[in-house]
């Protein structure tokens, strides 16, 4: 399996047991969802996995894995975080959205001029971040709320953006300048995620 774009939905926190058990962690928004994005795989889609879950607390579970037989097996995949297409989740509905849906849509001020564009979407505990970059490497972490960005336009791939002229770029982005600067590297991108709740308004 080798899908064009992976999200993903859970880890494997350790073995349980001697029959090959593991314990699993869900990042999906209802715990008992990621059954639906099975067959889930690795990071780089070299193994695939039929998922079986039983019991558990909250996100975590007691999981059986295919091809995972006996405790050493299961010992080996202790961190590894379990992956699925992103076509598998649910279509967001009218006017709403995936938030790990808007890495790489064009940002615009309100006058349609280009910006930049989104390079991530974070949150750090107090609300969620958009991340933007410039044409130059450089990149602004705003808040994603108004008056800083309005309601993302998916099917035009394109986002509005208020940056005010003081507003400072991140520091991680000063230093990723200096090294393309310097040593000619090129700055990184950022793509894909947990699947989260679609966002109506912001």
Known sequence: ????????????????GVKGEVKLKSFTLNPRDILRYAPLCDEKAMREF??????GVGAVFIATLTGVADRTMADKLKGVKLFAPAQRRPKPGKG????DDLPGLAAVDEKG???G??????????GDILAVENEAGREWLLPFKKPFAAKPDMEKSRIEVNIPEDYPFSQKAEKKVFKKKHKHK?????????PRKTTEEI
């Open 1 to 16: 399996m080798k899908p064009e774009r992976l999200i993903c939905v859970g880890q494997i926190l350790g073995a349980h």
């Open 50 to 55: 039929a998922l079986k879950i039983r019991g």
């Open 117 to 126: 564009k989104v390079t991530g979407v974070f949150n750090f505990g107090a």
């Open 96 to 99: 709403r959205f995936y938030l």
């Open 186 to 194: 090129n700055g990184h991108a950022r793509e894909g995620g947990h």
């Open 113 to 115: 001029k280009a910006v």
